[in-house]
């Protein structure tokens, strides 16, 4: 289990009072369960959801706690603008990035993101790899992975779908387009 916080944290990180969060979990608006000597406690992901759900600001502390995405290109350019875009787009979002097959194989493993948009054209370990190297480890398989590249034929959209993307767009990328895969990804 991930990290829990008592009610008097919850208070501080949201600047509100114990009561107050006392009275969401007793609304049952903030889940929260009990330790074995009655303290409640709230975990990371209820907090992120219940903040989430209010439309409050995310706390740089439950950040980390929020989905996360791996952009893997090994263009800087284009890793750049697509960091960037989902920064501003996605701003609850951690977003990551690696610039080759090995960085994006060891991130996956070690940061297990919700989504990977994964360029398919690399040197070394290209796209194709890393997407069945994902989708066939068991820790990793729960990662939507959305490729992209420069080079577009039916055969390469049927060859990385059987890899085991979720989808596949081409170069060069628009912002709406990204933003719909990704969307589209995590509600399937």
């Not at 995310?58 to 800087?76: F, G, H, K, T």
């Not at 398989?141 to 779908?161: C, K, L, M, T, Y």
Request: hydrophobic share 45%.
């Amino acid at each position: 289990m991930g990290k829990s916080y008592s009610t008097r944290a919850v208070a501080d990180l949201l600047g509100v009072s114990v009561g107050s969060v006392a009275n969401w979990i007793d609304q049952e608006r903030l889940r929260a369960g009990r330790t074995p000597g009655g303290h409640r406690r709230v975990t990371a992901a209820d907090l992120a959801a219940f903040i989430r759900q209010q439309n409050l600001p995310m706390p740089a502390e439950l950040q980390r706690n929020s989905r996360r995405i791996l952009v893997v290109d090994d263009d800087p350019a284009v890793r750049q603008w697509l960091v960037q875009m989902i920064q501003a787009a996605l701003p609850d979002w951690e977003v990551i990035e690696a610039p080759d097959g090995y960085a994006a194989g060891e991130l996956v493993g070690s940061r297990k993101p919700d989504v990977v948009l994964l360029d398919l054209n690399m040197p070394g370990v290209d796209g194709f790899e890393v997407c069945r190297r994902i989708k066939g480890n068991q820790d990793t398989r729960h990662a939507n992975v959305i490729a992209i590249s420069g080079e577009f034929s039916p055969d390469r959209q049927a060859a990385i779908r059987d890899c085991g993307a979720s989808a596949f767009l081409a170069k060069p990328l628009i912002a709406g387009e990204v933003l719909k895969a990704i969307h589209s990804a995590v509600a399937s």
